[in-house]
C-alpha cells in the first residue's frame, strides 16, 4: 500500500468493533491489564467496557478483525453496525378514553382490580418494585410520571453516553410504553398503569430523529440492558425491535434480523446476574408484522419472554406476530372499530396528541409493557422467585383464549402461545415455589439448571428449529420454523387459492378476484358473484365477491387458509375437522410415528433418518449436489451412503462399526425415507429443466 493510501487510511473515520473478551468482568475503576494492553498494543480508542466485552474506536486498517481475533483471551471481535428500529405501535387508531384492557368482563381483558387488593408493585419490605425501560426519550415530569421515575437513568442513544434520559424531538414512545408499565395509580389524577406503585429506571436507547430513521447499535443495546441490570431491575421491558414485514399479506417475505453476537452476552449477564443472581426477566414484544416472530432473533433470543398481541374482541391482532417463540399474549389495539390503548404522552404539543395523554395507542408494543407491569406485580409479591420461576408462573397460568381457531395441543397455540397474561392466576401459581427450582421449565440459553433434573438447557426444551432462510423455500423442509412445510405457495406463487392474501387479481387463481371488504382485513382471492354468479357453502355473496360466512372457527381468510392444509404426525389439527393427527394408519407419516422418538411422533414434521442403527428425530441438512457429509445419510441422493473420501478415512478411524442401519427398517419405510430424503434432489432438478 502506498504512503498516500495509509495517509488517506489514517484520515477516515474510525471504526467502531465490539471486542468479546474471556468471562472475567473487565470494568471498574482501574481498567483490568488486558484491557490495557489490548487498547495499547493495538492502538485502540476505549468507548466502554461491558461484563464480557470492550466497544472501541480503531482507525480503519488492513485485517484489523483479523488481528483482534488472533489477541490473546479474545472470543470476538466485529463492527457495531446501525441496526434498523422500529416501534412496536399502531399510533393511528381512533381514540378512546377507557382502560379497558385493565379491568374485567371480556375475554381479552386481564381484570386486575382484584390483584391490586394483593399487589400494587411495593413489596412487604417497602419496596417499590424497579422496572427498566428501553425505548426513546422520557417527559421526566410528566403528572402521572414523575414520581414514579428513578433519577438515575440512562442515555445511551448518544455518544458518550449521558445521565440524562428526557425526550428529544419525535420522542413520544419510551413515554408512552412508561406509562402503560406504572403510570401513578390511586392518585386521582390521569390513570393508572399496570403496576401502579412500580418505579421505572428510564433508558433513552433510541433517540436520532424518530421514526422511520430510527437505529442502534449492538453495543448501545448491551450498554442498556447491563446497566439495567446493574442497577437492579426486576423486569426490562423492550417495545421495539428491527422492521417488520407486511402485514397485509402474511405471507410477504421478509428479512430475518440476528442478533448481535454482544446484546446475547448482554441477556445472559441479565438473567443470570439481575437481582442478585435470581436474574432479571427481560419481555420484549413479537413485533407488529402479522408474520412468524422466528424472524426476529432479538425476541426470540431464548432468554427472552416474546409477547404478542390481543384484541378487544378476544382474537389475535392483526398486526400481531405470532409462532413458537411466542409465548404469552396480552391486550392491545385492533382495527378501527376496536379500542386502542390509552396512556401517558409527552406533555403539550411534543407529544402524539394535546394534553397529558395519548388515547391511541396499541401495537405489541402495549402488549410487552402490560406483561411487564404484570410480571412487576408478582415479583412484588413474591421477591425470591427466580426469573425461571417467574417465567414458569406466567406462562402456566395464561389464560386460552380463542381455542377454537387456534386449539392449544400440549398447553400451546400457534397464534397465542400458553394464552392470554392472566395477574390473578399468575399470583396463585407463584405461591407454590417452595426452593429454587421450577416444577418443569428450562430457561433456556443461562446455562443454569431450573428444574433441578440434573441438566442445564435441557435438549427437550432447548433445541429448537431455526430459521436457516428469511422466508420459506419450496424445498421441502419447514426453513420458518412455523411447524410446516412448503407453505405460503413459495412454490407457485401466482395460483393462489381461494381466500389466500394478494396484491393483484394476477396472482390468483383463475376465476378469483383480489379484492379488499369490509370483512376482513387486508386483500384477498375471492370468487366472482352478482348476476346469477351463486357462492359456495361457508360462503356469502358480499356484493362483488363470495367472501367467507364468518362463524366461530372462521373470523378471516387466514383461518380458512391455515385449515386447508394436510394432516401430519405433529400434534397439530391440520385440516382442521376436530380430530388431531389422524393421518392414514398404512402411510409413512403413521409408520415413522411408531417407530421414531419414543413415540413422540414424527419429527416436527420430517421424516425420521436411520443412522447409527436407530431412527434420530434431529432435523438434518439433507440435500448436498455433491455429498460431503459422514452424517449416515445418502445427501446427494444418489444411492450411494456418505460416499466423501473423508468419510472412509473417518470410518477406518473411527467407527468399526457400518455407519448404516444395523437394525434395517421395515422395506416401505426405508422406501418411504429415501423418497422424502431425495425429493429435495428431485424437485431441483425439475425446477432446472
Known sequence: MTAAA?????????????????????????????????????DLTLVTTLPGAIVVDVAPRPRLLERLRRAPRVRYAEEDPLIPIRWRAIPDDPLYDEQWSLAGGIEAAMDLPPVWDVSRGTTAAGERLLVAVLDDGFDLAHPDLALTFTADGLDVAQS?????????????????????????GFNAQGLTGVCPECRVLPIRLLGNGGPPDLFTTGSAIATALVFAADHGA??????????????????????????????????????????????????????????????????????VLAVGSVAADGHLAYYSDYGPTVRLVAPSSGTATMPPIVSTDVSGAAGTASGDYADAFGGSSASAAMVSGVAALVLARYPDLTVAQLTEALLLSAHPIDAARAPYVNGLSRWYGFGRVDPGAALVAAAAYTDSFTAWLELCGNGIDDNGDGRSDDPEQCAPCVPDYPRELCDGRDNNCDGNVDEGFVCNQDTRPFCAPCATTAQCTAGLLCRATDDFFGSWCFAPCGAGAACGDGTRCNGEVCVLAVDATHLSCLDALDCDEPERCDGLDNDCDGVVDDVDPEGLEATVAAHACGGAGVCAGHAAVCGGGRWRCDRPEVYQVTESRCDGLDNDCDGAVDEAPVCAARRRRLDPEPSTCAAAPPPALALGAALWLCGVAARRRRSSR
Open 6 to 42: 495509509l495517509a488517506l487510511l489514517a484520515l477516515a473515520a474510525p471504526i467502531r468493533v465490539v471486542v468479546g473478551l474471556d468471562a472475567a468482568d473487565h470494568r471498574g475503576a482501574q481498567v483490568a491489564p488486558l484491557v490495557r494492553a489490548l487498547v495499547r498494543d493495538l
Open 234 to 303: 426486576a423486569v426490562i421491558n423492550n417495545s421495539w425491535g428491527p422492521p417488520d414485514g407486511n402485514f397485509y399479506d402474511p405471507y410477504h417475505p421478509v428479512l430475518a434480523w440476528q442478533a448481535p453476537q454482544v446484546v446475547q452476552d448482554a441477556l445472559r449477564y441479565a438473567v443470570t446476574e439481575g437481582r442478585g443472581g435470581r436474574g432479571t426477566l427481560v419481555v420484549w414484544s413479537a413485533g407488529n408484522g402479522g408474520e412468524l416472530a422466528t424472524y426476529d432473533r432479538f425476541a426470540s433470543d431464548p432468554r
Open 160 to 184: 458518550p453516553t449521558d445521565p440524562d434520559p428526557s425526550y428529544g424531538p419525535g420522542d413520544y414512545h419510551g413515554t408512552q410504553v412508561a406509562g402503560v408499565v406504572a403510570a401513578r
